[in-house]
């Protein structure tokens, strides 16, 4: 293991969060609130420890696999610590475990808080709340990777791989640091888009940027108490496409920025996600539709919920908590599936689900000839036997995780609704559940243990899984 | 003795130049005319095409009268139908070469079943010579004697042990421990040194000594005794399948990285408790990431040689490890030497050894009485351990006294599992066993080691 690597990458990540804390800082002086000062001692202590790893230049590159899943789980939990400090030194959220609660859930954009009353928070904290999204979205790393000056030693696709999500990284040009640059652009883009046509629909400019951050990292903080509810229907549509657009792979974007339209449909992700995202709203209108004016606004915010979870955001406009049990059945469905692979949501992602899906057919037909070659496609190419296998590993993971945290957190004694889809919500970074964590709840209820339970779902569901188990394995720490 | 031997490879013709030196009567067989022409003239023996296994083939190399039989071919069970042949045909002493893993679970059956005296396993023996040297990672070889009680070390000496330009004397008397050092090599020249001999620190030195008494030794000169507790072998053969086997079982972590896709998923198989790791050695940046600069130890057993000797190299840069190299065919062992390698296995001479070992026992009950013989050094020098069964001119005279040839010193008697470490008042006595190194050749009882 190569610590000195290591370390000086986590420097770097703390530098990068102090530059990261200024925008909130610089609210906090617009509005003249004292717990800028609160931000102000975090960048501080975050540039003096950051400045003190960095320090040493290290002398050795070689940067493995390995390394590369140890610093990105790292990274993610040092960061969140570092995060929370602000809501613990505000006074805003006193305790420590639930400010981690709040940052964790903010940087794995899941959006789950454990706040009751969000509305008389000061700006900034409601600034960085929000922002922690953004950053978490495309990821911290990969934003690292457009400014860290080392080349060579290979640590570049390694930290590629350990924090994007999908169950297989695809370069967008020849250099991980090209492709970095292009995606965060795209990201860039897409906000300011975003961004322009809130105001434009007369939202405030505060709740404007809050509510960005939120859509295009799949986060779903709300600085309101009753979410996206209170806005009006055209801003809600417009949350609405960007949500869903935030969804699909950026290869998708970049595609369309190269104009090559046929390779677009070629991808064969963005279709079944927009093809189950169609079908989801539709049924979900035709169930839902007696409680509301129109069968219009019926399929406006059936569209919203469904685009909400499926791409893991989590903003509500209405309390889907008291819909019918099927619309209900299909929320919860749709949190498993998540959204594309390389966009900046969570859950198992659809790929995967179309992955799984075409090996269970290429099984089954095993069963009718036994003897027959079958591949499985993707894209129109094979997949490789090593990739479906991580993918049923990540599968079996998933489950055991999933099974274990809700076993775990049932020891605060809610209902199984609760607990499940609390887990649901978490590990697959979306916010909201259902019943006592539904849209208009919160998490506060559960004990700390449950929380740190929770948190550690919300970490494993962001970083896929595995490189947050590595740092638990023995073998990870030994030297040979 | 008249000797037959089947099968003129690597370990066949390694036997024919140690056995021929020693001035036994060869007949060499092979199916390869070119082969046995190429022997028979080199190490002027008796030369016969043809199947070892058949009958006519036997009888024309004399089987009636032969003395001992050893079958060498590549295949096992082709060794096995020579012997098996050999046996019936004549009253000789046969020796089969098998390699096979799955046999060797059952040696003792076959050897008993098949009525062979003995079986030689060249795999499982280098695995064993590996093991010795990763118990012992100071040493660049070791040959035990006395049934293991006793040890011949050789080591590369270094500045922070302090020898250079001190007498053996000095440092002995400095030290107070029961080794002797009985050889010193010196730019490819080998010494017999005596107590006035001054050290170099360049040298390389060869103590003997018991178990314990090694150990000591390098404790006191701050060798580390850093004991070597994992283990990346390279190349996934046969020796690195039975060395695996030791060393998972005495608690050591294993990593082997092999080439073949096929291969590896036997060893892995085979060995549960093993990293197996698919991929090319000589690729730098894999040997880093399977942890080369961590490894204790790395024990280079691909099929290519040179490959070996760059890999050992190449570790020698990265890390601190305990390295060993497989040498098979290759023959430059002076220059091999000069890299620094650390220990250097070659499988070819252990197996020579090995039945060469066998042969002198042999002889021993006809007259002479050498118990165990190494080549040592790149058999530049000879360890001779002779067992004293009769009173003779050398027998209960103080060493003093003994009018001792040049380049010859006795270096341990072994009084009934009591290793002494001679002084001059020592005397030899009936029914010891004395172990001599010397670079004199052809000893071939311990009267020979007094001047005529």
């Known amino acids: 293991m190569n610590y000195s690597m290591i370390f000086y990458i986590i420097g770097w990540i703390l530098n990068v969060e102090a530059a990261l804390m200024i925008p909130s800082a610089i609210v906090a002086a617009i509005y003249q609130e004292k717990s800028g000062l609160a931000f102000a001692a975090v960048i501080v202590l975050c540039l003096v420890l950051g400045l003190l790893l960095m320090n040493r230049s290290p002398r050795n590159k070689v940067f493995y696999a390995k390394e590369g899943a140890v610093t990105v789980a790292l990274s993610w939990i040092i960061m969140s610590l570092m995060g929370a400090l602000p809501f613990v030194l505000s006074g805003t959220i006193p305790n420590i475990v639930d400010a981690m609660f709040e940052t964790v859930s903010g940087f794995t954009t899941t959006g789950a808080s454990i706040l009751t009353a969000i509305e008389g928070l000061p700006y900034c904290i409601l600034f960085w709340r929000s922002f922690t999204h953004w950053i978490g979205g495309m990821g911290v790393l990969v934003f690292l990777l457009c400014l860290l000056p080392l080349t060579g030693g290979g640590y570049h696709m390694n930290l590629m791989k350990a924090e994007s999500p999908g169950p297989s990284v695809s370069k967008l040009a020849p250099k991980v640091q090209a492709t970095a640059k292009i995606l965060y652009g795209l990201y860039l883009f897409l906000s300011i888009v975003e961004l322009a046509l809130l105001i434009a629909g007369k939202m405030p400019v505060f709740d404007a940027l809050c509510t960005t951050f939120g859509t295009a990292g799949t986060g779903g903080f709300g600085i309101k108490n009753d979410s996206i509810g209170g806005y009006s229907t055209y801003l809600q549509a417009v949350i609405t496409v960007f949500m869903i657009l935030f969804g699909v792979n950026f290869n998708v974007y970049y595609l369309i920025y190269l104009k090559k339209p046929k390779e677009i449909l070629h991808c064969e992700e963005a279709k079944w996600y927009l093809v189950i995202i169609a079908a989801s709203t539709l049924i979900i209108t035709g169930f839902v539709r007696s409680s509301f004016s129109s069968i219009a606004m019926a399929f406006h915010h059936a569209a919203f919920q469904v685009g909400s979870i499926i791409t893991t955001t989590g903003f509500a406009t209405v309390d889907f908590n008291l819909w019918p049990t099927i619309p209900k059945t299909i929320l919860v469905l749709l949190m498993f599936i998540g959204a594309c692979a390389g966009s900046t949501g969570g859950g198992m992602k659809v790929s995967r689900i179309v992955l799984l899906f075409r090996a269970l057919k290429c099984e089954l037909s095993r069963y009718l000839h036994p003897q027959i070659v079958r591949k499985v496609y993707l894209d129109g190419r094979v997949i490789d036997r090593e990739i479906l296998h991580s993918v049923y590993m990540f599968l079996i993971a998933y489950v055991l995780i999933f099974a274990g945290s809700t076993l775990l957190i049932g020891i605060d004694n809610y209902d199984l609704t609760t607990n499940f889809t609390a887990v649901a919500a978490t590990l697959n970074n979306i916010g909201p559940g259902l019943e006592l964590v539904g849209p208009t709840q919160n998490f506060a209820l559960y004990s700390n243990f449950s929380k740190l339970v929770l948190i550690f779902d919300m970490l494993a569901g962001r970083l896929e899984i595995f490189p947050i188990l590595l740092l638990f394995t023995r073998a990870t720490w030994k030297k040979f | ?452």
Do not use: W
């Open chain 2, 1 to 452: 003795m008249n000797i037959i031997i089947v099968g003129c490879g690597k370990v066949g013709t390694s036997l024919a130049e140690r056995l021929s030196a020693e001035g036994h009567d060869l007949v060499m067989v092979d199916l390869s005319p070119v082969k046995v022409e190429e022997v028979s003239n080199r190490f002027d023996a008796m030369g016969i095409v043809g199947n070892g296994a058949s009958f006519n083939v036997q009888q024309e190399a004399g089987v009636e009268e032969a003395d001992l039989f050893i079958a060498v071919t590549g295949e096992d069970e082709l060794n096995l139908l020579c012997c098996l042949m050999a046996k019936k045909s004549g009253r000789c002493q046969t020796i089969a070469r098998v390699r096979n893993p799955l046999y060797s679970k059952e040696i003792q059956f076959i050897r008993e079943q098949l009525g062979i005296s003995m079986i030689i396993n060249p795999e499982l023996t280098a695995a064993r010579e590996i093991l010795k040297l990763l118990k012992f990672p100071s040493a660049i070889k070791i040959d035990t004697f006395a049934k293991g009680r006793v040890e011949l070390l050789r080591f590369r000496l270094r500045p922070e042990a302090g020898f250079g330009g001190k007498t053996i004397m000095e440092i002995m008397n400095h030290l107070k421990t029961d080794v002797l050092i009985c050889a010193v090599e010196r730019d490819s020249e080998v010494i017999i040194p005596n107590g006035s001999f001054v050290l170099q620190d360049s040298d390389t030195l060869s103590i003997v000594g018991s178990l314990q008494s090694t150990a000591q030794f390098f404790e006191k000169i701050g060798y580390r005794s850093k004991k070597v507790k994992n283990s990346l072998i390279i190349g996934g053969g046969t020796i690195a399948h039975y060395l695996a086997l030791d060393l998972l079982k005495i608690g050591f972590r294993v990593r082997i990285i092999e080439q073949k896709k096929e291969r590896c998923d036997y060893l892995s198989e085979m060995l549960p408790g093993a990293d197996i790791i698919h991929g090319d050695a000589s690729n730098e940046s894999l040997l880093l990431e399977e942890g080369l600069t961590y490894a204790d130890s790395l024990v280079a057993l691909t099929g290519l040689d040179e490959e070996n000797i760059f890999l050992s190299l190449f570790a020698k840069k990265h890390s601190s490890a305990k390295l060993i190299a497989k040498v098979n065919r290759i023959s430059f062992n002076e220059v091999i030497d000069g890299f620094d390698i650390g220990s250097v296995i070659y499988p070819k001479y252990l197996t020579a050894d090995y039945i060469l070992q066998y042969v002198r026992a042999r002889q021993n009950s006809i007259g002479s009485n050498v118990e165990t013989l190494y080549k040592i050094l790149d058999g530049r020098a000879e360890a001779l351990e002779f067992s004293i069964n009769e009173a003779s001119s050398v027998t209960d005279v103080p060493l003093m006294n003994l009018n001792l040839k040049d380049n010859l010193l006795i270096c341990c008697i072994n009084r009934k599992g009591t290793i002494l470490t001679p002084r001059g008042q020592n005397k030899i006595k009936v029914g010891d066993t004395v172990i001599v190194v010397t670079t004199n050749r052809g000893l071939r009882d311990i009267r020979d080691i007094l001047k005529n």
